[in-house]
């Protein structure tokens, strides 16, 4: 679990980009990435996913964390533009890997976990575009 860490950081991690999808696509996904919140749907979830040149590892690793990610109680879910930052990449057995879309925008999550500490917190997930679709993007060997 320990070394699954740096990675799930580089699934969920951003990089800025100009770009702007078309308003309907834009309210299209933010409506889907609600509805898998909300409906606990990891299967839907997954779908929003750009899988192009992703390894059995990293989608092993998707496919883990999206339950634990959905199980968060929601304040809130937007699609913003993506932040400004650095391009985060990772190496893990000698390959290195970075996102597999520029990213573009991001979904930021706002949440609270039931506890008695009443944690709070934000989920940030990158989100870029492929053929006029918008799709969260993950890790993938670098080309």
Avoid: H
């Avoid at 969920?12 to 889907?32: D, N, V, W």
């Avoid at 750009?50 to 590892?57: A, L, N, P, R, Y």
């Avoid at 964390?65 to 913003?80: D, H, Q, R, Y």
């Amino acid at each position: 679990m320990k070394n699954i860490l740096p990675i799930i950081g580089a699934i969920f991690s951003i990089t800025l980009r100009a770009f702007s999808a078309a308003p309907a696509e834009e309210a299209r996904f933010l409506g889907a990435v609600k509805s898998a919140f909300e409906k606990k749907d990891t299967k839907a979830f997954l779908g929003l996913y750009c899988w192009d040149g992703v390894t059995d590892f990293i989608k092993s690793v998707a496919e883990e964390t999206t339950p634990e990610t959905l199980a968060f109680k929601v304040g809130s879910i937007t699609l913003v533009n993506a932040a400004p930052g650095t391009t985060i990449e990772f190496v893990r057995e000698g390959v290195t890997y970075r996102n597999n879309l520029k990213v573009t925008k991001q979904i930021e999550v706002t949440y609270s976990r039931e506890s008695k500490l009443k944690v709070t917190g934000k989920i940030i997930i990158p989100v870029g575009e492929k053929d006029g679709k918008l799709f969260i993007t993950t890790a993938a060997p670098a080309k």
